[in-house]
């Protein structure tokens, strides 16, 4: 069974910047995309960013310019870089790796943005 596990979370001033990782336990196949997600307390899960198996990324609006999503194959992790942090980026962030048979999630790095 595969594990994904976060870190990389914290409390830091609005502003500042945050690199999250998503490391996976073991090899993975077929993947389809990588994912990032976040939810804020009370508020539903959201999408913030993805990359796809060929590359492409996309982004939600609320993250655009200050967000980058990024692998690395031989690690078999995936980054999340946060820039000009705002309070509202307050949540727990996820990490989501979906393939052909299989939709793996990490357990979540809370990030707290102070104003």
């Known amino acids: 069974q595969v594990q994904l596990v976060e870190s990389g979370g914290g409390s830091v001033q609005a502003g500042e910047s945050l690199r999250l990782s998503c490391a996976a336990s073991g090899s993975i196949v077929s993947i389809i995309a990588m994912d990032w997600y976040r939810q804020a307390p009370g508020k539903q899960r959201e999408l913030v960013a993805t990359?796809?198996?060929?590359?492409?990324?996309a982004y939600a609006d609320s993250v655009k310019g200050r967000f980058t999503i990024s692998r690395d194959n031989a690690k078999m992790t995936v980054y999340l870089q946060i820039g000009s942090l705002k309070p509202e980026d307050t949540a727990i962030y996820y990490c989501?790796?979906?393939?052909?048979?299989?939709?793996?999630w990490g357990q979540g790095t809370q990030v707290t943005v102070s104003s």
């Open positions: 990359l796809t198996s060929g590359g492409s990324a």
């Open positions: 989501r790796i979906q393939g052909s048979w299989y939709d793996y």
